[in-house]
């Protein structure tokens, strides 16, 4: 079966990739890094299409986290980016500042494995078993690592309160 | 402190907003092809090529002699890379995708470069540097030196030359030697910015498709 001649393939990128670079780019924290990592992922795609037609997104999520943990690892050598410095015009005018100061920063802080698990379970809505299947581990390493990012983000935003209370009180 | 569910909701609402306004490009789809067309080509060319080239060195021909001077191993990919080539199309297929007027490049321009042909070779293709081209042992344990040159333009009485997957070659056939003209479009070789033809000449006994494993598509 070949992926060029097949509109399979096209409808299946027309329909994922809205979902696959809005996923790509809250794991990256990076536009042209999101657009990039989804063509590469399409392209894995197709060249595996005979094999996975029956389940493609499975796999085009897979690639696209693999990508992304190999940009996250390169990001060491450039400045630091955030969803919320980086891209300013992509959220509406009227975001909550606490969504756009600390929480996604935050977000953006947590290692690649935990941020993952974020945007699969209460981005994309996946399951747990869903997310372990995309991930390619136990249900418990999701649970626990949703866990500790959730008790992160938990701590930024009690940091960002306590902040807020010292300014009050001077 | 808030709640799992109070924290939960704070996120999808975030990351709601953030991507709210991510589409991708319209043209994706035809980026993709594109993109896969260009990978899928380059594996061809690869899975072809050296692998081939280390099947001769495999059958003893060009394996004596590690310790020749002026002589460097070539870097031969894992034997895994021929398996990705099972599922190259055929080149019919290839025409749903706009195609730009052929133009290609030098594979092999990196690799070390060891005397022309040598009889006791450690690697089982190389680079030479005079004259300049590239050896290579093939599957009937020959040495074969295909050079490589450069010219504006190609001669009035060469030939288009019909092999699949390589459209837009021509070539001659004189004096016992078989050259084959490759085009270079303008702007994709730093050397010659204005463009021209790759020029591959050969022994007339060498197969054409021999010629042209030493070239890719380049756009």
Not at chain 1, 141 to 160: D, F, I, P, W, Y
Not at chain 2, 119 to 144: D, F, R
């Amino acid at each position: 079966m070949e992926v060029l001649g097949s509109s399979d393939f096209d409808e299946f990128v027309r329909e994922s990739s809205p979902g696959l670079l809005r996923a790509a780019y809250l794991l990256t924290g990076d536009l042209g890094h999101a657009e990039d990592v989804v063509q590469t992922a399409l392209i894995q795609v197709a060249r595996k299409w005979p094999r996975i037609r029956d389940e493609p997104t499975l796999y085009a999520r897979r690639a696209i986290i693999n990508l992304a943990k190999n940009r996250w690892r390169d990001r060491s050598r450039r400045p630091r980016e955030s969803i919320a410095t980086v891209e300013p015009g992509y959220a509406p005018p009227d975001t909550n500042v606490l969504l756009q100061q600390v929480l996604l920063p935050a977000v953006m802080n947590l290692p690649v494995r935990q941020r993952a698990v974020l945007v699969l379970r209460y981005f994309q809505d996946l399951s747990v078993e869903q997310t372990a299947a995309a991930l390619g581990c136990s249900t418990g390493t999701v649970k626990s690592q949703s866990h500790h990012a959730l008790n992160k983000l938990r701590e930024a935003l009690g940091e960002r309160a306590d902040l807020e209370e010292n300014d009050h009180a001077n | 402190m808030p709640t799992d569910d109070d924290l939960t909701t704070l996120l999808r609402r975030g990351f709601a907003q953030a991507t709210a306004d991510l589409d991708p490009a319209p043209d994706l789809v035809h980026v993709v092809r594109r993109r896969h067309l260009s990978a899928r080509r380059r594996r061809r060319v690869v899975a072809v090529a050296v692998p081939a080239a280390a099947l001769a060195a495999g059958t003893g021909f060009a394996l004596a002699g590690r310790n020749v001077p002026n002589h460097t191993p070539v870097a031969v990919p894992p034997p895994s890379a021929p398996t990705t080539s099972v599922a190259a199309p055929r080149t019919t297929q290839v025409t749903s995708v706009p195609m730009k007027p052929a133009s290609y490049k030098v594979v092999l321009k990196d690799h070390s470069a060891p005397p022309n042909c040598p009889a006791n070779a450690t690697a089982p293709v190389g680079k030479s540097e005079n004259p300049a081209g590239v050896w290579y042992w093939t599957e009937n344990g020959t040495c074969v030196f295909i050079g490589v040159s450069w010219a504006d333009t190609k001669p009035p009485n060469a030939a288009p030359v019909q092999i699949d997957g390589y459209p837009g070659l021509y070539g001659t056939l004189e004096n016992g030697v078989r050259t084959i003209y490759a085009p270079v479009a303008p702007g994709t070789n730093d050397f010659h910015p204005r463009g021209g033809w790759v020029v591959l000449t050969v022994s007339a006994n060498a197969p054409r498709e021999l010629v042209v494993r030493l070239i890719v598509p380049a756009n």
